[in-house]
């Protein structure tokens, strides 16, 4: 029994299974865009536990989008407002 291809986005969407969201990595310039915090206070929430933690590709401090996102909408919550 052969298997069908699932190696074009036609067949992937005909079949209606959505492709996984990619992963992004943001830097720490997109990080204060998104939430209007300095790099200081970023650094110091992270400090104090509250905000994700970095992670190092190469020399770059770098986070995941959906970790940003993810915090985005507890702090929202913790706030009384729906993102």
């Not at 005909?14 to 206070?41: G, M, N, V, Y």
């Not at 996102?69 to 702090?75: A, G, L, M, S, Y």
Request: glycine share 4%; hydrophobic share 40%.
């Amino acid at each position: 029994m052969k298997l069908p291809s699932v190696s074009s986005k036609e067949t992937l969407m005909s079949d209606s299974i959505q492709p996984a969201k990619a992963i992004q990595f943001i830097r720490l310039q997109r990080i204060t865009e998104k939430t209007a915090l300095s790099r200081a206070t970023v650094y110091r929430m992270i400090h104090d536990g509250v905000f994700p933690k970095p992670m190092k590709v190469g020399r770059c401090s770098v986070w995941l989008e959906s970790d940003l996102d993810q915090w985005i909408q507890c702090f929202l919550e913790a706030h009384g407002r729906n993102g």
